[in-house]
């Protein structure tokens, strides 16, 4: 719980706003900004990602706006993070200490920033949530009872997994909040998805306290909600829970699921059970690889050598790794009487851990450092292995 204090003191705030297509909705944001923050010393700090014309956009009402307006454009292969990883980056950019971080789709209503900073003065907390699940708050903008079912499926699940770094948040999911930078360790973030929050939070025993708000429709624009999106989140929430290894597990259980159905199929149709692992373990390969690479070395893959040469080192070796097992799947099913599917799943789990020390220290080890006594590469895989995990 936090304590409140008497009296407020406002102080002067950074509003980070990170966006990708936004174009049609800069303009009233801004104007929004700047009638709610009045003569307050603050700023707008635009972390753009975008395809379109959004960066001119904001040059062009930085121009004419009284409140000051930066734009850092981040280049595709510069953009380290996604939104995560563009809050970071504009947070650290930022002239004030006090940073409230809001989408740019006007979701987040800019007429609640002068609350979070008045609860932030009589808190003295390191974070202020603007919640959509206390008080009068609301999640009106969600569209669908789908999208409805799923945002608070996800926080509950959320705040299951991060009881004790969470207990006093009823909307960790949430991308309006207030973030004291020099309270929030930002060195040790990695952030890899769009729940920044949840990364900030469940990385570091914070003060937290929250203040209600009305979830509203788009102003304008296409949301960017996805199945990617969804994917990134759950993996997102598996390796700040279990460290990096869960993301390789989520996706190598995908590939076992994927790799015993092409056996199961294959063997119905009258292929031989070694013909149909080989298939099977093929598809896989390429499969995982292309998953891993998106979703769980993404942030190592700048420093790890070319697309080609951490494909070739990959396939090649999980094809050698199959060489292995297959046989052993065999011996297992000709000498043990062990049925195909069970024995395909035993071996799979095996060579899962191999694949994982593999690819950590090998496929995606930066190509640019030389130093690769054991201690280091020991020390590197725990730290793959444990990160973070809640104490």
Same mark, same amino acid.
């Given at each position: 719980?936090?304590?409140? #204090?008497?009296?407020?003191?406002?102080?002067?705030?950074?509003?980070?706003?990170?966006?990708?297509?936004?174009?049609?909705?800069?303009?009233?944001? =801004?104007?929004?900004? *700047?009638?709610?923050?009045? *003569?307050?010393?603050?700023?707008? =700090?635009?972390?753009?990602?975008?395809?379109?014309?959004?960066? $001119?956009?904001?040059?062009? =009402?930085?121009?004419?706006?009284?409140?000051?307006?930066?734009?850092?454009?981040? $280049?595709? $292969?510069?953009?380290?993070?996604?939104?995560?990883?563009?809050?970071?980056?504009?947070? #650290?950019?930022?002239?004030?200490?006090?940073?409230?971080?809001?989408?740019?789709?006007?979701?987040?209503?800019?007429?609640?920033?002068?609350?979070?900073?008045?609860?932030?003065?009589?808190?003295?907390?390191?974070?202020?949530?603007?919640?959509?699940?206390?008080?009068?708050?609301?999640?009106?903008?969600?569209?669908?009872?789908?999208? @409805?079912?799923?945002?608070?499926?996800?926080?509950?699940?959320?705040?299951?997994?991060?009881?004790?770094?969470?207990?006093?948040?009823?909307?960790?999911?949430?991308?309006?909040?207030?973030?004291?930078?020099?309270?929030?360790?930002?060195?040790?973030?990695?952030?890899?998805?769009?729940?920044?929050?949840?990364?900030?939070?469940?990385?570091?025993?914070?003060?937290?306290?929250?203040?209600?708000?009305?979830?509203?429709?788009?102003?304008?624009?296409?949301?960017?909600?996805?199945?990617?999106?969804?994917?990134?989140?759950?993996?997102?929430?598996?390796?700040?829970?279990?460290?990096?290894?869960?993301?390789?597990?989520?996706?190598?259980?995908?590939?076992?699921?994927?790799?015993?159905?092409? @056996?199961?199929?294959?063997?119905?149709?009258?292929?031989?059970?070694?013909?149909?692992?080989?298939?099977?373990?093929?598809?896989?390969?390429?499969?995982?690889?292309?998953?891993?690479?998106?979703?769980?070395?993404?942030?190592?893959?700048?420093?790890?050598?070319?697309?080609?040469?951490?494909?070739?080192? *990959?396939?090649?070796?999980?094809?050698?790794?199959?060489?292995?097992?297959?046989?052993?799947?065999?011996?297992?099913?000709?000498?043990?009487?062990?049925?195909? =599917?069970?024995?395909?799943?035993?071996?799979?789990?095996?060579?899962?851990?191999?694949?994982?020390?593999?690819?950590?220290?090998?496929?995606?080890?930066?190509?640019?450092?030389?130093?690769?006594?054991?201690?280091?590469?020991?020390?590197?895989?725990?730290?793959?292995?444990?990160?973070?995990?809640?104490?």
């Amino acid at each position: 719980m936090v304590e409140e #204090r008497e009296e407020a003191i406002v102080t002067g705030v950074s509003v980070i706003v990170p966006v990708f297509n936004e174009a049609p909705n800069v303009a009233e944001l =801004v104007r929004r900004v *700047s009638a709610s923050l009045g *003569s307050l010393e603050a700023e707008i =700090v635009f972390v753009d990602d975008s395809t379109d014309e959004t960066p $001119d956009v904001i040059r062009a =009402v930085a121009a004419t706006s009284e409140l000051p307006v930066r734009l850092i454009h981040r $280049d595709p $292969d510069e953009a380290r993070g996604g939104l995560g990883g563009a809050v970071v980056e504009g947070i #650290r950019a930022a002239a004030h200490d006090r940073c409230v971080v809001m989408d740019g789709d006007l979701q987040h209503p800019p007429e609640k920033i002068p609350e979070l900073l008045a609860k932030a003065d009589r808190t003295d907390g390191a974070v202020v949530v603007a919640s959509r699940y206390v008080g009068d708050g609301t999640n009106d903008g969600l569209s669908g009872f789908v999208r @409805v079912l799923v945002s608070r499926a996800s926080t509950l699940v959320t705040k299951a997994m991060f009881p004790v770094r969470l207990r006093a948040v009823t909307d960790p999911m949430t991308g309006f909040f207030l973030v004291s930078r020099d309270r929030v360790d930002f060195a040790g973030l990695q952030p890899r998805g769009f729940k920044i929050l949840l990364e900030i939070l469940a990385r570091q025993s914070l003060s937290v306290s929250e203040i209600p708000f009305h979830f509203a429709e788009r102003f304008a624009g296409e949301s960017k909600a996805s199945l990617t999106q969804g994917i990134r989140f759950l993996l997102q929430l598996a390796s700040l829970r279990f460290g990096r290894m869960s993301g390789f597990a989520m996706i190598g259980a995908l590939g076992a699921v994927a790799n015993i159905a092409i @056996v199961w199929l294959l063997t119905m149709l009258g292929l031989g059970y070694v013909a149909a692992a080989v298939v099977a373990a093929e598809v896989t390969i390429v499969g995982n690889f292309l998953l891993i690479e998106h979703f769980v070395f993404a942030d190592l893959r700048r420093n790890a050598g070319s697309g080609w040469a951490r494909f070739a080192k *990959s396939f090649g070796f999980n094809n050698v790794e199959a060489a292995i097992r297959i046989p052993v799947l065999a011996f297992m099913v000709e000498t043990w009487h062990v049925s195909a =599917v069970v024995a395909t799943a035993m071996t799979l789990l095996v060579a899962f851990v191999v694949r994982f020390v593999f690819h950590s220290l090998v496929v995606y080890a930066p190509t640019t450092e030389s130093d690769g006594a054991l201690p280091h590469v020991l020390d590197e895989l725990d730290q793959q292995l444990r990160q973070p995990g809640e104490l």
